[in-house]
Every structure is written in structure tokens, then in C-alpha cells.
């Protein structure tokens, strides 16, 4: 096993680690009345379980920063490409938390939000929207050397990808569950390189989610689903070709406008295969439905 291999696979599992530790050990925390919402099965427990990701993303980026300072692992010459995947972390996170915490269930959908904003009203939802584009065209812009039409384009499939996680968290684990099926491609990509090794811990850590996410122990919330989509779409936008990159988008754009028409949760029900695979892991009991609220 070469150098960047083994850099790959420690911080991998050091995500996983990280957040099941963390999980159990933030319990108190995700038991605040602040946090406690009902599940689609009338359950009380915590949204927001992302913030269990940031905390264990900050703990390997810090143990991974101490270590190179020691001369212990790569060294940090590629910060930029590193450092934008824990933006996009950490700033997709925020704006999910937000909608988590103050977010109401009264406007749904891109056009909800656009008509509420219409009448006067800013809904968390078109915050975490907007706010995402923003970050997204900020993100996008940091490498430099891109159009204006590709810089936009480029946004908007992070973007997207974020909404896309936001669509798809209405049952235990099914957010989780696509975005580790929809890294796989992204991981074969970029490999060992920086943005290859910055995504490790993220993922890692979202996967370090799943049981509990499964289990009912917590929610996802789209402090979680937010941040794994965007970082996921980042990392196509960072190391796919135009033409890849823009594929994804058609399927993004086809995928979220589908959403304001067409249930996933009935899609899935319906679909063997994919009810199957959306279940696997719950109580024997679980029928999908509404998890948290989220667009």
C-alpha cells in the first residue's frame, strides 16, 4: 500500500471513527429541547445529527494538520483544494442548521419559497437556496481559470447537489445511503489527491452516521443532507472533465425539478429494488415517509 493510499484509508475510517464517537458522546447535546422534532413516525428525537459530521471533520483535519507539523504524513502544500472542501463543509452545514432550527413546514419546493419571497417573506428555506448558490459560485470561482458561463454552471450543479441531498432525507439512512453509492464514482476519480483526501474524512464521517440515522437514534436533518450533497457535487466539479460535469448537471436539474411534480418516497415504494435497498438496515416496522422537513 502506497503513501497515498494509506493517507486515503486513515483518514477514511478516522471519519467513521470520529463520528460514532462523537454521536454517542454528543447525546446530551442533540437532546436539547431546541433540537427535538417528530419523525415521520411521530418519534421525538434530534434533528440536525449533521453537526455530528463537522465535529468529526474538524477532529481529523486537526489530527491530520498536528501530524503533517510533526513531519508525520503529507505535507500541507495543497491547502486551497483542501480548504474548500471543508468550506463547502462547514458553510452548507450552517445554512442547513439554519433551516433546522427556524425553519417551518409552511412553504416546500423551489416555487413555495419563490412565492413566500414574493409576498415579502425571506423562508429559511430560500436562505439555504440562495445562500447555497453564493457559496457555490464562491467555491467554483476559487481555482480560477473558468468562463463565466462554466463558473455558473458549475455552481449550480453544487448547488443542486446539495437540494438533491436536502429531497432525498425523508426516511432513516436514505440520504446517507446515496450519497456513499454516489461517492464511489467521485472517490474512483479523485483518488489520493488533495481534494481525493479531503473528502475521505467527510464521507467517512457520514457513514459513521448511518446505524444511528438508521436506528432512529437522530436525524440527518439538512445540517447533514445539505453539507453531503454539496461536498459531494464539489468534488465533481473539482476533478471531472466539462463534459462529466455537465452531465451530472442535466441529471441534477432533471432530478430537483422531478421533485416539485413527483414523490421519491412513492418512487421508491413502488420500485422493488430500490424500496429494498432504501429499507435495508430499519426495523422490520419502518415505512418511509416524511423524516424532516426540507426545501
Not at 50 to 57: D, K, R, S
Not at 79 to 103: K, P
Amino acid at each position: 500500500m502506497n503513501a497515498g493510499t494509506l493517507a486515503f484509508t486513515l483518514l477514511l475510517c478516522g471519519g467513521v471513527a470520529a463520528a460514532v464517537l462523537l454521536e454517542r458522546a454528543a447525546a446530551p447535546v442533540l437532546a436539547a429541547p431546541a433540537l427535538q422534532r417528530e419523525n415521520y413516525r411521530g418519534r421525538r428525537l434530534a434533528t440536525a445529527g449533521g453537526i455530528v459530521i463537522v465535529l468529526a471533520v474538524l477532529v481529523v483535519e486537526a489530527a491530520r494538520t498536528a501530524l503533517a507539523e510533526f513531519g508525520v504524513g503529507e505535507e500541507l502544500s495543497d491547502s486551497l483544494l483542501r480548504s474548500m472542501v471543508l468550506f463547502a463543509c462547514f458553510s452548507f452545514a450552517f445554512l442547513g442548521l439554519i433551516d433546522d432550527l427556524l425553519g417551518t413546514s409552511g412553504e416546500r419546493g423551489f416555487a413555495g419559497h419563490l412565492r413566500a419571497l414574493a409576498h415579502g417573506r425571506l423562508t429559511t428555506g430560500a436562505m439555504k437556496l440562495f445562500g447555497g448558490g453564493v457559496v457555490a459560485i464562491v467555491l467554483t470561482a476559487a481555482p480560477g481559470e473558468v468562463s463565466g458561463r462554466r463558473l455558473l454552471a458549475d455552481a449550480a450543479l453544487v448547488a443542486l447537489a446539495a437540494n438533491l441531498g436536502n429531497l432525498l432525507d425523508r426516511a432513516p439512512g436514505r440520504t446517507i445511503k446515496v450519497a456513499l453509492v454516489a461517492y464511489v464514482p467521485v472517490a474512483l476519480a479523485a483518488g489520493t489527491s488533495p481534494v481525493g483526501l479531503a473528502l475521505a474524512p467527510v464521507l467517512g464521517a457520514g457513514a459513521g452516521l448511518l446505524r444511528p440515522d438508521l436506528r432512529e437514534r437522530l436525524m440527518l436533518g439538512d445540517t447533514g443532507a445539505n453539507l453531503l450533497g454539496a461536498v459531494l457535487g464539489l468534488g465533481v466539479v473539482l476533478e471531472t472533465s466539462r463534459p462529466v460535469r455537465t452531465a451530472v448537471l442535466v441529471a441534477l436539474v432533471l432530478l430537483n425539478l422531478a421533485s416539485e411534480k413527483v414523490s421519491f418516497s412513492r418512487v421508491i415504494a413502488a420500485t422493488p429494488v430500490l424500496r429494498y435497498l432504501d429499507e435495508m438496515g430499519r426495523d422490520s416496522d419502518d415505512q418511509p415517509g416524511s423524516q424532516s422537513s426540507s426545501t
